[in-house]
């Protein structure tokens, strides 16, 4: 079955920073990649997502990479923002949302 | 955005008793919702997928009877710990997709469960 990685598990960076975080997947049949925030007590919220036929997709500081051939894609959030402080999970699955695996996450620290 | 409500948001029971959480899809209707358990600074684990009109499929290593579910409705699920023991104690979170409308699933806002 698909089996996500993800580093690095925690991430501190001064505000106005860039935070990048990595994943890579086992499933070459994943064609879709989520990723979610979670803050403390709440559940997961889909911040932008990517399929395989694309290879980039930004929205405002957020954008998501994607290189199929290696099996990586990368989250990167510019000009972070204390409010971006929380625990960002990626995720894999295929074009329907079957086999739908979780990365471990990454617990993201914005310091003022 | 497809929204997906969970309630309680918290609950706090006694050992022994059962505790059912609820999960609704609104405005939209889910033919599956999904199950998920998360532990203190760890990621959410699928703990079973609820289909609608018939029997959930669970995860290996997760009690169906332990953890019942229905989904007796298009829009409506729900989750029972039963006889819980403090071990139970976690973060029940459910999530669903709205069919048609890109391949990313709503999470809820998940019930914390307390049994002491």
């Known amino acids: 079955g698909e089996n996500v990685e993800q580093h690095p598990s925690t991430l501190s960076v001064q505000e106005g920073d860039s935070a990048v975080i990595k994943c890579t997947y086992s499933d070459s049949a994943s064609n879709y990649f989520p990723w979610y925030k979670q803050e403390l007590g709440k559940g997961p919220q889909l911040i932008i997502d990517i399929r395989s036929n694309v290879g980039e997709k930004k929205d405002q500081r957020i954008a998501v990479t994607l290189n199929k051939t290696a099996k990586h894609f990368s989250l990167h959030i510019t000009e972070t923002q204390p409010e971006d402080s929380a625990v960002y999970f990626c995720?894999?699955?295929?074009?329907?949302?079957?086999?739908?695996?979780f990365g471990p996450g990454t617990r993201l620290s914005v310091l003022p | 955005g497809a929204v997906v409500s969970q309630h309680p948001s918290w609950v706090i029971c006694k050992s022994g008793t059962s505790v059912k959480i609820e999960c609704r899809s609104l405005?939209?209707?889910?033919?599956?919702m999904f199950w998920y358990r998360q532990f203190p600074k760890q990621s959410l684990m699928l703990m079973a997928t609820?289909?609608?009109?018939?029997?959930?499929?669970?995860e290996q290593g997760v009690e169906k009877d332990k953890f019942l579910i229905n989904h007796a409705s298009l829009t409506l699920s729900t989750l029972t710990v039963t006889s819980a023991h403090p071990e139970d104690s976690s973060f029940y979170i459910c999530?669903?997709?709205?069919?048609?409308?890109?391949?990313?699933?709503?999470f809820g806002s998940g019930t914390r469960l307390t049994v002491v």
């Open positions: 405005d939209f209707q889910a033919t599956t």
């Open positions: 609820s289909n609608e009109g018939s029997k959930a499929t669970y």
């Open positions: 995720a894999a699955s295929g074009n329907y949302g079957q086999n739908f695996v």
């Open positions: 999530s669903a997709r709205e069919q048609g409308q890109g391949f990313g699933y709503t």
